[in-house]
């Protein structure tokens, strides 16, 4: 059924990092992520509504970006991860693109980076979720963007 194969699980991780492997490259880290069904439809306005209102964060906490754990390589059912950043309506068309590509990989996982929403008078907490960042793939499309290049980068590391 076609309508059954256009939505699918991702597992959005919000709380835990980003931690470079060698065997399978990157791997997000969190011990309560949560799943949200999305399609091929499903703009990046929709995604960040619906992870919001999951967490019951709407009005407290924005998502600045979203990191992608993208298959770039499949060798004796093994799969290697690079991470893409989601900032976009065209980076979010990446995932679907691949879940196409690799159908070995049956759900896709994402790390949200939740900041502070600004307050009326201009002040803010900065405190954010604690989020760290790997290196993103210079192979795919210019939307990827590297992030950092370092084995597991903690979130106070200079990577954005």
Same mark, same amino acid.
């Given at each position: 059924?076609?309508?059954?194969?256009?939505?699918?699980? &991702?597992? &959005?991780?919000? %709380?835990?990092?980003?931690? %470079?492997?060698?065997?399978?490259g990157v791997k997000f880290?969190?011990?309560?992520?949560?799943y949200i069904v999305v399609n091929r439809t499903t703009s990046y306005d929709d995604l960040v509504r619906? &992870?919001?209102?999951?967490?019951?964060?709407?009005?407290?906490?924005?998502?600045k970006k979203f990191f992608y754990r993208i298959p770039v390589t499949i060798l004796h059912d093994t799969v290697k991860y690079d991470?893409?950043?989601?900032?976009?309506d065209e980076d979010l068309q990446v995932?679907?693109?691949? %879940?196409? *590509?690799?159908?070995? &990989? %049956?759900?896709?996982?994402l790390l949200a980076k939740l900041v502070d929403v600004v307050s009326s008078?201009?002040?803010s907490n900065r405190n954010t979720t604690n989020v760290a960042t790997a290196a993103g793939s210079s192979s795919m499309a210019a939307s990827m963007e590297r992030i950092c290049? *370092?084995?597991?980068?903690?979130?106070?590391?200079?990577?954005?």
């Open positions: 059924m076609a309508s059954e194969e256009e939505s699918f699980a &991702v597992l &959005v991780h919000h %709380r835990g990092s980003i931690k %470079r492997k060698t065997r399978s880290t969190d011990k309560n992520p949560l619906s &992870v919001l209102m999951k967490l019951g964060l709407e009005g407290a906490k924005r998502i991470c893409l950043t989601i900032g976009s995932m679907f693109l691949c %879940r196409r *590509q690799f159908p070995e &990989v %049956r759900t896709p996982e008078s201009g002040g290049h *370092q084995d597991a980068c903690p979130a106070a590391a200079s990577c954005s």
